[in-house]
């Protein structure tokens, strides 16, 4: 037993969902950048401090 799909029609097409798509990742895009910052940022601080203090010799 499968089910008959021949008659059913959907309100959206996909351009329709590629342009919902994209304008979710634009809402929420700067926030997930914003995350990566946080987790990032304070790697490189700790990678630059590193190397100067690499390069004074201690």
């Known amino acids: 037993m ?3 799909w021949t ?3 959907l ?3 996909v351009g329709d969902l590629i342009a919902s798509g994209n304008g979710l990742l ?5 926030f997930v950048l ?3 910052a946080f987790l990032f940022v304070p790697k490189v601080i700790t990678l630059i401090r590193q190397s100067f203090s ?5």
């Open 26 to 30: 634009g809402m929420i895009g700067t």
């Open 7 to 9: 008659g059913l029609t």
């Open 11 to 13: 309100p959206f097409d």
């Open 54 to 58: 690499a390069a004074k010799g201690k």
């Open 2 to 4: 499968s089910i008959d």
């Open 34 to 36: 914003l995350a990566l």
